[in-house]
C-alpha cells in the first residue's frame, strides 16, 4: 500500500513549482526616455471629478478604474501618462506618449506579469497606436489587429488607450 | 513496484516540460484554449465523501497533460487512478465490499475547439470531445472494461474587464463495458455545470458553481438510474508559473431508482466533493 500511494501522489509532488515572478521591462523614467528621449517632465498628475469620470467612460466606452491619473507635463509639448488595465491576474503597467495635438506618439509596456500575452510588447504591435486620437475607432480586430493567443492583453490595453484619449480631451486638453 | 515507478518516471519526463493554464472552477470548464505550442499540467484530487450509512471515502486522482495545438484547438492525455477506503456501506441503497485499496483507474483523452473568444466576440463557445478507457469503476474500484465519448459544449461571458466569469457545459456521455462493475453493460448519461467567479483581487477569484449528471443505462430514455445536483463554492490563486483551485461541493438533491425518495442519491455518489486542482506552467 506505502508504494502505491508514493505511485499516486508522486507525479504531483514531483512537480517543483516555478517561482512566480514579476517582470518590470521599464521603469518611470526609462519609458519616459523612450518615448520623449531627452525632453525633461514635470509631474502633472491629475484627480478626476465623478462629472469627469462619467464624461470619460461615455465617451471611451470603457470603464475607468482609478479617480487618480499619473500625468506628465512634457517640454517642448505633449503629455507622458502611466496607466494600468486589469489582466488575467494582474494589472498591466503602460506608458503612453500623447503628441501636443493628443494623438498617440508611442504606448510602452512597463510591467506584465501573466502567464500568456507577452506578444503585445511587439513593437510592430504598439506601433499601430501612433497617431491615433479620440476620434480614431480603437477597435480590436478593426483598426487595432489582433494577437491571436493573446487576445484578452490586447483587448485591455486597446480600451485603456481609448479611455487616455478621452481623458485627454475632458482632463487635460484645456 | 519497480515497474510502477518506472511508469510513474515516464510521467514525469512528458510533464516536467509542460506549461500550464488555469481552471476558475472545479467542475466547469469556461470556453478558453491555450495559446498555440504551450504546454500545460494539472493534477487533480477529488474526495467523495459520505453514504447513507458507513464511511467512505473515494479519493481520484487526474494527471493531464495538455497542448495547444493552434490558438483554437488544444488536446490532453490523462492519468486515472483511483483510492477507495470503504467502511460498513451496505444499507438499502448500496452494498459495497470494504475495501481499503489502491486502483488504477484508465486513461482519458480530449480535444477542445474555440468557435469564439469570450475575450473579444459577444460569447465565448468552445466544443470539446473526451474519451477513455477505463479498467475500475470510480465508485467502489470494481473491475470493468469502460469506454466512453462524451461531446460537451462550453460558453463562457465575461463582464467587468473579464473580472467576472459566468461559464456554462453542457454534455453527454456515451459509455460501453460497465460490466462487472453495473448491473447494465452500456449507459447513457447527461451532464451539466455552471459557475460564476469573480476576481476580487489580483491573482485570486471566488466563485459558486453548480453541476449535475443524469444516467439513463441501455441508452434507454424510459430507464432512468438515477440523477443528482451538487453545488457550493470555489476559491482560485493564481501566479504567473502555476495556479490552484479548492472546491467544495454538496449533493444539494438526488434521486435514485430503488432508493428513498428523502432527496439524495447514494448509490453511485457521495453526500460531498472536494476537489484541489493545480496546474503548472514551465
Redesign the interface.
Same mark, same amino acid.
Given at each position: 500500500?506505502k508504494?502505491?500511494?508514493?505511485?499516486?501522489?508522486? @507525479?504531483?509532488s514531483?512537480?517543483i513549482? @516555478?517561482?512566480?515572478?514579476?517582470i518590470q521591462y521599464l521603469s518611470v523614467e526609462q519609458a519616459q526616455r523612450a518615448i520623449f528621449p531627452g525632453k525633461s517632465f514635470t509631474a502633472a498628475p491629475v484627480k478626476l471629478t465623478s462629472v469627469q469620470r462619467k464624461a470619460i467612460e461615455q465617451a471611451s466606452g470603457v470603464?475607468v478604474?482609478h479617480d487618480e491619473q499619473q500625468v506628465w507635463r512634457v517640454g517642448g509639448g505633449g503629455w507622458f501618462i502611466v496607466d494600468e488595465?486589469?489582466g488575467?491576474?494582474?494589472?498591466i503597467n503602460y506608458a503612453a506618449g500623447l503628441t501636443a495635438d493628443g494623438s498617440v506618439k508611442q504606448i510602452e509596456i512597463m510591467d506584465y506579469?501573466?502567464?500568456?500575452?507577452g506578444q503585445i510588447r511587439d513593437q510592430k504591435w504598439r506601433a499601430q497606436f501612433v497617431g491615433k486620437t479620440s476620434k480614431s475607432t480603437l477597435k480590436?480586430?478593426s483598426d487595432i489587429k489582433?494577437i491571436?493567443?493573446?487576445?484578452?492583453s490586447c483587448?485591455?490595453i486597446t480600451?485603456g488607450v481609448k479611455r487616455l484619449l478621452a481623458f485627454y480631451e475632458i482632463a487635460l486638453k484645456h | 513496484?519497480k515497474m510502477?515507478?518506472a511508469?510513474?518516471a515516464a510521467?514525469?519526463c512528458c =510533464?516536467?516540460v509542460v506549461?500550464?493554464?488555469?481552471q476558475l472552477f472545479g467542475f466547469v470548464r469556461g470556453a478558453e484554449t491555450l495559446?498555440?505550442h504551450?504546454w500545460e =499540467?494539472y493534477?487533480f =484530487?477529488t474526495l467523495g465523501e459520505g453514504k447513507s450509512e458507513g464511511t467512505y471515502y473515494g479519493t481520484h486522482?487526474e494527471?493531464e497533460a495538455e497542448y495547444?495545438v493552434t490558438?483554437?484547438f488544444q488536446a490532453s492525455l490523462s492519468?486515472i487512478?483511483h +483510492?477507495f477506503h470503504n467502511k460498513g456501506v451496505d444499507g438499502d441503497r448500496d452494498a459495497l465490499d470494504n475495501t %481499503?485499496? +489502491?486502483r488504477f483507474g484508465g486513461f482519458e483523452g480530449s480535444a477542445k475547439y474555440r468557435l469564439l473568444?469570450p475575450?473579444?466576440d459577444p460569447i465565448g463557445i468552445a466544443l470539446r470531445l473526451e474519451g477513455g478507457y477505463l479498467f475500475h469503476d470510480e465508485v467502489d474500484g470494481l473491475d470493468q472494461h469502460e469506454r466512453y465519448i462524451k461531446p460537451e459544449i462550453d460558453f463562457q461571458k465575461d463582464f467587468?474587464?473579464?473580472?467576472l466569469i459566468c461559464s456554462l457545459d453542457l454534455g453527454a456521455e456515451w459509455a460501453w463495458g460497465k460490466q462487472s462493475a453495473e448491473q447494465y453493460p452500456r449507459e447513457l448519461s447527461f451532464e451539466g455545470a455552471a459557475g460564476v467567479a469573480y476576481?476580487f483581487a489580483? %491573482?485570486w477569484y471566488a466563485g459558486v458553481e453548480i453541476h449535475t449528471r443524469w444516467e439513463y443505462p441501455l441508452f434507454d430514455l424510459n430507464n432512468f438510474e438515477h440523477r443528482v445536483f451538487y453545488a457550493g463554492p470555489s476559491i482560485h490563486y493564481?501566479?504567473?508559473?502555476?495556479w490552484a483551485t479548492l472546491t467544495w461541493n454538496y449533493q444539494v438533491y438526488g434521486k435514485g431508482v430503488e432508493e428513498p425518495a428523502d432527496g439524495q442519491t447514494f448509490a453511485e455518489e457521495t453526500r460531498q466533493l472536494f476537489r484541489l486542482k493545480?496546474g503548472? %506552467?514551465?
Open positions: 500500500m508504494s502505491e500511494f508514493v505511485f499516486i501522489t508522486l @507525479p504531483a514531483a512537480l513549482a @516555478p517561482s512566480a515572478f514579476a470603464r478604474l488595465v486589469v488575467k491576474h494582474e494589472f506579469r501573466e502567464t500568456y500575452g480590436l480586430d489582433n491571436s493567443g493573446a487576445t484578452l483587448r485591455h480600451d | 513496484m510502477r515507478l511508469f510513474t510521467i514525469l =510533464v516536467s506549461r500550464g493554464d488555469e495559446p498555440a504551450h =499540467v493534477q =484530487v486522482f494527471t495547444g490558438d483554437q492519468l487512478q +483510492y %481499503n485499496a +489502491y473568444s475575450f473579444k467587468l474587464e473579464d473580472r476576481r489580483p %491573482n493564481s501566479q504567473e508559473r502555476w493545480v503548472f %506552467n514551465f
